[in-house]
């Protein structure tokens, strides 16, 4: 696939993350969960392509009317969206801005203002957790169990990657489902495709993610 090829489906996203620099290849460190990851991913730089970030709030958007859309809904309906500081917050503002939803944030954890909700809310509302990247799900959980202890509801989250460390099913432990537009290994895969990483960097990834899932 040439450079100048549009990337199907999803996979504009990927393109449009290598053309940012927000995919290095390397060994890295992420928190607690991915420990000596070839490939870190920072989608905070989206802010840096203001079309590319309206177009992953009108991506999720349709994703979760899709979702609710069907026989059997996916996605519970919801009130409110909640971003997760920082690289979520700016996912979740466009996609508020975009759908017109009320947005809510938490400051981030050790800080002296965390566990502090900003933003209106009334006990019993439903609300929608949105990130950037989900690695193990430490950052989603902890949000949500402060969003619950306000007397928020909170039963699925959305994300732009999954890093697919293990974050999906420890949501799907604690009762939370979780959408996600891409996943480490689709990014790999493309990004091979494209001609755009080494076979190396490629066969890297891949055995981490496969040593990260058992495989």
């Not at 994703?63 to 809904?73: T, Y």
């Not at 965390?114 to 193990?136: F, H, M, P």
């Amino acid at each position: 696939m040439s450079k100048s090829s549009k990337a199907p489906g999803n996979l504009w996203l990927a393109e449009e993350l290598w053309k940012l620099d927000a995919i290095e290849f390397g060994d890295f460190t992420l928190g607690r969960t991915a420990v000596h990851s070839p490939i870190y991913i920072n989608l905070r730089r989206l802010i840096s392509n203001p079309k590319a970030l309206n177009r992953c709030a009108r991506i999720i958007k349709e994703e979760l009317e899709a979702l609710m859309s069907m026989r059997n809904p996916h996605v519970h309906p919801f009130t409110l969206v909640a971003g997760v500081p920082f690289g979520g917050l700016h996912v979740a503002t466009a996609f508020s801005l975009l759908a017109n939803v009320p947005m809510i944030y938490i400051h981030p954890p050790h800080t002296d203002k965390a566990d502090v909700i900003e933003g209106i809310y009334v006990r019993g509302q439903s609300c929608l957790i949105i990130d950037d990247l989900i690695t193990g799900g430490g950052s989603i959980l902890q949000t949500a169990a402060t969003l619950e202890s306000a007397g928020l509801v909170v039963r699925d989250a959305v994300t732009l990657i999954d890093r697919q460390e293990g974050g999906r099913q420890a949501l799907k432990a604690a009762g939370i489902n979780l959408i996600s537009i891409l996943t480490l290994e689709q990014i790999a895969n493309y990004l091979m495709s494209a001609g755009h990483i080494t076979e190396d960097q490629y066969r890297a990834t891949m055995e981490y993610l496969a040593s990260r899932n058992g495989g």
